[in-house]
């Protein structure tokens, strides 16, 4: 394993430079790393540096670490050169099994040995993604939040063939560059947070394809209700309040039978066009002639006073 300790992690490279990638070199940047960017598109550059941009302002509220600029990133030419002096690699390419798994070899195959090499991937367990890879040992899931360089959590596990070391190693990382983590102790597919997120997303799809809600309806009904809990106090402690005093026992013995009352459907509807267009011109309606620009600078104005108001703006130092 890797020599260098996390808290002197000082040069990360990103391989992958759309919304997630882009966010994360926005993160580290802001964390005052130096950051080595690749993507192969031939916009990527000026896509990233827009990203970064926009970001920014969000980043200042925030608190930027000393030292921290965007003139500290680097755009390479190649993989090779991104992480030739890497000391921390994370991957955010498309979510395509075939794509990962070749991309994570020669990630290996290119990164100094011992460096950790995490996988933003939203759901394959590494187990799957390291097959090819000569040294699968330091290849770790960082699966982060959009936007990486807002939402805290990261969620970090590790596959069958990655050593402890490398996943408690990731761990440590990136709590050190201002995350929040939750270390999983087995590869469920998913992970912790996109499963919940994702029963939510199959339930809110039924809906509108059987007509039942609009898609503004189905926004509403989380940011005036459930969602307002859920910044600060998970599904858990909130249901519990629901039993008053006699907290989640009276919950669960009052409200318990209705877990066999038919109100989910768990099976993913068919995406087919009517539902695809349907949801896709809700979200324009909703949007109301907000560009996504516009949409971003509210969502990252929204989190930033969510985090202020429930006292977890933490600064910015490393
Ligand atoms: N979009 C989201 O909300 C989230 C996405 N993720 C995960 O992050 C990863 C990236 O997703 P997005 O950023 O949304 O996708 P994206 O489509 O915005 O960006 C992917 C980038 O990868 C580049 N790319 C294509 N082939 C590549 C290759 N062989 N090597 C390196 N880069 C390559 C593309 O040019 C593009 O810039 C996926 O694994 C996704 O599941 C994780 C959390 C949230
Ligand atoms: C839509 N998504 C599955 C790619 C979302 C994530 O993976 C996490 C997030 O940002 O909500």
């Known amino acids: 394993m890797t020599t260098t300790t996390p808290e002197e992690v000082r040069r990360v490279a990103c391989i992958g430079a759309g919304v997630i990638g882009g966010g ?6 802001a964390r005052g790393y130096d950051v080595t960017a690749w993507d192969p598109a031939p916009d990527a550059e000026s896509k990233l540096r827009r990203l970064v941009e926009a970001a920014w302002p969000a980043l200042t509220q925030l608190g930027l670490a000393d030292g921290a600029s965007q003139d500290r990133l680097t755009v390479t030419a190649t993989l090779e050169e991104a992480v030739a002096d890497a000391q921390f690699v994370q991957e955010s390419a498309p979510e395509k099994l075939e794509l990962k798994r070749d991309l994570l070899a020669e990630l290996d195959a290119a990164t100094p040995a011992g460096v950790v ?10 187990t799957d993604m390291q097959t090819t890879a000569a040294t699968p040992g330091r290849l770790v899931v960082g699966h982060p939040f959009n936007p990486p360089y807002l939402i805290p959590l990261v969620e970090v596990v590790g596959g069958e063939r990655t050593d402890a070391e ?6 440590r ?3 050190v560059a201002g995350k929040s983590v939750i270390t999983m102790k087995s590869e469920v597919p998913g992970f ?8 939510l997303w199959r339930e809110a799809l039924h809906m509108v394809a059987n007509g039942e809600a609009t898609v503004q309806e189905i926004d509403d009904s989380i940011t005036e209700g ?7 106090m998970g599904p858990m402690l909130t249901f519990a309040l629901a039993g008053g005093e006699g907290g989640m026992a009276h919950m669960l013995d009052h409200f318990g039978p209705s877990l066999k009352s038919p109100w989910t459907r768990l099976e993913a509807p068919e995406l087919d066009k009517k539902l695809y267009d349907a949801v896709v011109a809700g ?9 996504i620009a516009d949409l971003v600078a509210e969502r990252d104005q929204g989190v930033i006073d969510v985090l202020r108001a429930t ?3 933490n600064g910015g130092t490393k």
């Open 192 to 199: 912790i947070a996109n499963r919940l997120q994702e029963a």
């Open 24 to 29: 994360w070199v926005a993160h580290f940047l």
């Open 226 to 232: 459930p969602g307002l809990r859920w910044a600060f």
């Open 311 to 313: 006292g977890r703006l």
């Open 283 to 291: 979200c324009d309606e909703e949007a109301d002639g907000r560009t």
């Open 117 to 126: 090499i995490a996988s933003s991937t939203s759901g394959y367990p590494m």
């Open 166 to 171: 490398a996943v408690a190693w990731a761990s």
């Open 173 to 175: 990382f990136y709590d």
